[in-house]
């Protein structure tokens, strides 16, 4: 009774032991997965972040116009002057949206490889972890063959009991006689 118990203990915990390993395994799988597409998202940012730059680059060059003197540059441009000057006031506005833009994506960046560095650490930390069990499942196996040769020995010593407890009807011998 007691010792089976034991057994049933001993199979429960390996049970138990082999759900974590299967579990940390699987965890560190979605994890790696993760990891992956960060690092994707965060090239695909910084390309992005690239581009704009050489876009804003190419725009800072262009200098904004000074503001116009309204009322003698439109007596003297004329109908050309108030196209010239919307097209100015076009020309900064998009300067400044995608500047605005360009803030924005810098930031996004900057997010993104926070959280690229912060899952590389939880991967590192997690890969440590993975290779802290390889020790505990080779544990696993040998206790798996403990309690599998344990198993055996209870079955063999029940049915040992077994046969001590009923024993089979003997047979009867010739009483013996003594020989004086």
């Known amino acids: 009774g007691n010792i089976e118990r034991r057994g049933e203990v001993t199979e429960a915990g390996l049970a138990e032991l082999a759900e974590l390993q299967a579990s ?3 965890g560190l799988g979605t994890l790696r997965a993760e990891i992956a ?3 994707q998202a965060a090239s695909e940012l910084a390309e992005a972040r690239r581009a704009i730059d050489a876009r804003l680059d190419r ?3 262009v200098q904004a116009a000074p503001p116009a003197d309204t009322g003698r ?3 003297r441009g004329g109908k050309g002057g108030a196209e010239a000057e919307a097209r100015a006031d076009a020309v900064w506005a998009t300067v400044q949206d995608l500047a605005r833009q360009h803030q924005a994506l810098r930031s996004s960046i900057d997010e993104l490889e ?3 560095a912060r899952a590389a650490d939880l991967a590192a930390r997690a890969s440590s972890q993975g290779a802290a069990f390889g020790p ?4 696993v196996r040998a206790l798996r063959e403990q309690v599998a040769a344990q198993a055996e020995v209870l079955s063999d010593l029940a049915d040992s009991v077994g046969r001590l407890a009923n024993p089979a009807p003997a ?3 010739a ?3 003594s020989t004086a």
Do not use: N, Q, Y
């Open 171 to 173: 047979t009867k011998h």
């Open 73 to 75: 540059g439109r007596r």
């Open 24 to 26: 940390l395994d699987a």
């Open 175 to 177: 009483p013996r006689t």
């Open 114 to 116: 926070e959280a690229t």
């Open 37 to 39: 597409e960060v690092r």
């Open 59 to 61: 725009i800072a060059e």
């Open 136 to 139: 505990l499942r080779g544990d």
